[in-house]
């Protein structure tokens, strides 16, 4: 009986044990399970909040560790994660972090854009004033200066090399502009819009304030000649060009609210600006001419321009046909040498990138002037004395000879 007793003992602890073991395994992968959901979903939240790249770097390092840490857990936690398993839901983690890190990625690369046009914009802004300051100080000097000649023709040298420098800088910039934004593609351009609030100046603002200063340049510059009208017309044109290329895409990024508004009144101030240039340029123009003797018919457009360059050299070249005279010639040398000296060799490139004449059109003047120039030469009347001279000799000779006979 005892025996039988001491047994059923042995079988009751034998049981137990097995029982404890049980609970005990049962709990410790519930255990697994729930520190492993507790790990990742800390993960999931600091991916969530993260604000950097560089956190979410860190958070990819803790993911290796995590999957080393439970992956001899794996089939315990495939239980629990039914239908999804272990290495998905390790993978899944992965995707949601690399989304998040390019996206951080991304806009940290567009604040600095933007803090970096920020920068530029600053920078160009407070150049540009110093810039308008400088040429209001010249103006104002100019304006002076009216009863010392020598001194008066200085500032203006001055005042013109300050035009030339704002030129250059003007140049550059847009130019820069040109570079950046020419093939800007779509998504940068609607991440710049989504941001161009913080912008306290954008570049329209600074192509308003470029053209408005430039009309006032136009408008009110003392002591400017030919020269300096046409160069501002070529930079008018340079201008034109790029905006043709990029206004669309400036508009569309800094101006996404009114885009189109935006592009019309802006070419009104290119339009403004061509105009007040070219109300000095023609009188400039007409003045020059006439001041060294050549009286063109009134123009105050380009091709008005071309039309009267046309129409006084061949009206010139007729009048040599006819008379081929010395003074015809001296009308053709003094056309010719204004015509070389002036207006090809110090108005010709600007000629050509302000849009009033084109590299044909001169060309086409330079081969009328070539045929005015052999229609004006005088005709030699060596020719016509020597046969003269022989006839009266030989009718010397004849009587000569009658006179020896008699």
Not at 103 to 125: H, K, P, T, W, Y
Not at 133 to 141: C, D, E, K, R, V
Not at 156 to 182: A, C, G, P, T, W
Request: charged share 20%; with cysteine; net charge negative.
């Amino acid at each position: 009986m005892k025996t039988l007793f001491k047994k059923h003992i042995s079988i009751l602890t034998v049981f137990l044990i097995f029982a404890c073991s049980s609970a005990y395994a049962q709990q410790s992968d519930y255990q697994i399970q729930q520190d492993f959901r507790a790990e990742l979903s800390e993960l999931l939240n600091r991916v969530e909040l993260a604000v950097t790249a560089e956190e979410l770097e860190e958070v990819s390092s803790e993911i290796d560790a995590l999957q080393s840490e439970y992956s001899e857990h794996s089939e315990i936690i495939n239980n629990a994660l039914y239908p999804e398993s272990f290495e998905s839901t390790i993978s899944s983690l992965r995707e949601i972090r690399s989304t998040a890190y390019n996206n951080l990625s991304v806009i940290e690369q567009l604040n600095e854009q933007i803090d970096g046009l920020s920068a530029e914009m600053d920078e160009f802004r407070n150049r540009l004033t110093q810039m308008t300051q400088q040429t209001t100080s010249l103006q104002q000097q100019i304006e002076r200066a009216e009863a010392n000649e020598r001194r008066q023709a200085s500032l203006i040298r001055q005042y013109r090399q300050n035009i030339e420098q704002r030129d250059s800088f003007v140049s550059d910039f847009m130019q820069e502009l040109l570079s950046k934004y020419h093939r800007m593609d779509a998504s940068t351009q609607q991440e710049i819009a989504e941001s161009v609030d913080r912008l306290d100046q954008n570049p329209l603002d600074m192509i308003r304030t470029i053209i408005t200063e430039y009309i006032q340049i136009a408008d009110q510059s003392p002591g400017l000649q030919t020269p300096d009208y046409v160069a501002m017309r070529a930079q008018h044109g340079y201008f034109m060009e790029v905006w043709n290329q990029i206004g669309e895409r400036l508009t569309n990024t800094f101006a996404p609210d009114r885009p189109v508004q935006t592009r019309q009144e802006i070419s009104d101030l290119l339009a403004a600006w061509l105009a007040s240039v070219d109300n000095k340029l023609w009188d400039s123009m007409t003045t020059a001419f006439n001041q060294n003797g050549i009286n063109l018919q009134p123009f105050i457009t380009p091709d008005d321009f071309y039309t009267a360059l046309n129409t006084f050299v061949d009206r010139a070249y007729e009048i040599s046909l006819q008379s081929n005279n010395e003074a015809d010639y001296e009308v053709f040398r003094n056309f010719r040498d204004f015509w070389n000296n002036t207006v090809k060799a110090s108005w010709g490139e600007a000629l050509i990138t302000g849009n009033i004449l084109t590299q044909a059109q001169i060309a086409a003047i330079d081969i009328k002037i070539s045929d005015w120039g052999e229609a004006a030469q005088p005709t030699s009347n060596l020719m016509f004395i020597l046969l003269l001279i022989s006839i009266a000799v030989i009718i010397l000779l004849v009587v000569l000879l009658i006179v020896r006979k008699k």
